[in-house]
């Protein structure tokens, strides 16, 4: 079984530029889950969708938007990009919806780089 | 405000020893505790979890210790191996469809052959 897919697997913007970063789960599962990870804030959430509805939201401000298509795979776009944008963006699948149902399955992330 | 702390910042070990790897949490409506491990390059994936209804869950070398009137969990990871060098991070998660599994910023565990 494939696992979690994310692309572009690196990126350069500069300030002011928008990026879309894609994530196809896991065959089967419904749930994504998008997490932000710097090395002074660990793993952050950004959101959760499942069957195509945002379950739930961090906080973060409306720059970050994401969506999700009914083959489960699911895109987030970040708008005007700042410098403090810049980190690895992970995808989790899962099958159920919410935190503690079980194994969150990671991509290996998408690395932003904000100049 | 951090719901979920670890300690201590970062680890080293020698090879066969114990590393312990401390987190505490503060909304008491969690109920699923898991630790997931990171490589560099690579996403984190679960190492081993607990829910409250058990003080301690074994797997192999890797023990979590839960201790719910502290609000403590803790990881250990017996006979210490060079391959267990990765990061570490705990996490926390109340019940419900909407609920978002919370995690700690993070340890970096290094194990000295």
């Known amino acids: 079984k494939a696992g979690v897919t994310q692309t572009p697997r690196y990126l350069i913007k500069t300030r002011g530029q928008q990026v879309t970063l894609s994530c196809s789960p896991i065959?089967?599962?419904?749930?994504v889950s998008w997490y932000q990870q710097t090395p002074g804030q660990g793993l952050q959430f950004l959101f959760e969708?499942?069957?195509?509805?945002?379950?739930n939201k961090g906080n973060f401000p409306g720059r970050f938007s994401g969506r999700q298509f009914s083959n489960s795979r699911s895109e987030m776009n970040v708008s005007t990009l700042e410098l403090g944008d810049s980190a690895l963006y992970l995808c989790?699948?899962?099958?159920?919806?919410?935190?503690?149902?079980?194994?969150?399955?990671f991509g290996e992330g998408s690395r932003l780089t904000v100049l | 405000q951090q719901q979920v702390k670890q300690s201590p910042q970062s680890l080293i070990v020698q090879k066969g020893g114990i590393s312990i790897i401390n987190c505490a949490y503060e909304?008491?409506?969690?109920?699923?505790f898991p630790w997931y491990q990171q490589f560099p390059g690579k996403g984190p994936a679960l190492l081993i979890a607990?829910?409250?209804?058990?003080s301690e869950k074994k797997e192999g070398r890797f023990t979590i210790s839960f201790n719910k009137s502290a609000k403590q969990f803790s990881l250990h990871i017996m006979d210490s191996q060079p391959g267990d060098s990765a990061t570490y991070f705990c996490?926390?998660?109340?019940?419900?469809?909407?609920?978002?599994?919370?995690f700690g910023k993070g340890i970096t565990l290094s194990v000295r052959p």
């Open positions: 989790a699948s899962s099958p159920l919806s919410g935190g503690n149902t079980g194994e969150l399955f």
């Open positions: 065959s089967g599962h419904r749930s």
């Open positions: 969708y499942f069957s195509e509805t945002q379950r």
């Open positions: 909304n008491t409506a969690f109920d699923y």
């Open positions: 607990i829910r409250p209804d058990v």
């Open positions: 996490a926390a998660s109340r019940a419900g469809a909407n609920s978002k599994l919370t």
